[in-house]
């Protein structure tokens, strides 16, 4: 597990870096950005716990090993994904909500099925870190904060998008789904959060 959360750190800050060369862009909610990436941050904390102590071991469930194994293999897809969305948005990637100049609607590479392939990885790795610890508190402080972080994040997010492309994003949404490819079914959760 400590491989495949180095890769995912890995990407990030290959991106990170490189976004680093662009002019700043105005961000929307800057403070809120700010506070959403440090309870992330934060919820990474009793992960390293598991990692390197035994002190939060008692609150394991007894999963089999063919789950905790499939929880690897669902972390290795999430990453696989992970990295098949950076490399898909290239420039355009940013790690808080802004648009800079020049920046395009990628819909191409996962975008093509998803528009936030991102978020869909990171729940994907979340699931899967839950399976493979087999640990509650690793479960929770895993997954709450992205949970929170998406649905605070969504609305914002694709509110700019429509504001930068209008009519060309509208009809993308109508297209694809948000976190799984859209089904040929009319729900309305499915609309609304996925």
């Known amino acids: ?10 990407v990030r800050l290959y991106y990170q ?3 680093r060369k662009f002019k700043r862009a105005v961000v ?12 992330v ?16 071991d008692t ?13 690897a ?20 990637w940013s790690p808080v909500l802004e648009i800079r100049k020049g920046h395009i609607l990628v819909t191409s590479g996962p975008y093509k099925f998803i528009r936030h392939p991102m978020y869909a990885a990171i729940f994907i790795i979340g699931i899967g870190i839950s399976l493979f610890s087999s640990n509650w508190i690793v479960a929770l402080s895993y997954m709450l904060p992205v949970i929170f972080m998406y649905l605070i994040r969504i609305a ?5 998008m429509i ?15 948000r976190l799984i490819p859209k089904l040929r079914i009319s729900r309305p959760f499915y609309k609304r959060y996925l």
């Open 28 to 39: 929307k909610h800057e403070q809120r950005e700010k506070f959403l990436y440090y309870l």
């Open 59 to 71: 609150f394991r469930f007894p999963f089999p090993p063919g789950v905790r194994w499939l929880g």
């Open 1 to 10: 597990m400590t491989v495949l959360l180095l890769i995912d750190g890995g």
């Open 41 to 56: 941050g934060l919820g990474l904390i009793p992960i390293l716990f598991y990692l390197l102590t035994s002190w939060i």
């Open 156 to 160: 914002d997010e694709e509110k700019m």
């Open 73 to 92: 293999g669902l972390i290795f897809a999430g990453d696989l994904l992970f990295i098949w969305s950076h490399r898909a948005l290239g420039r355009n």
């Open 17 to 19: 870096r490189g976004r």
């Open 163 to 177: 504001e930068k492309f209008g009519d060309e994003y509208r009809a993308y949404m109508i297209r694809t789904g």
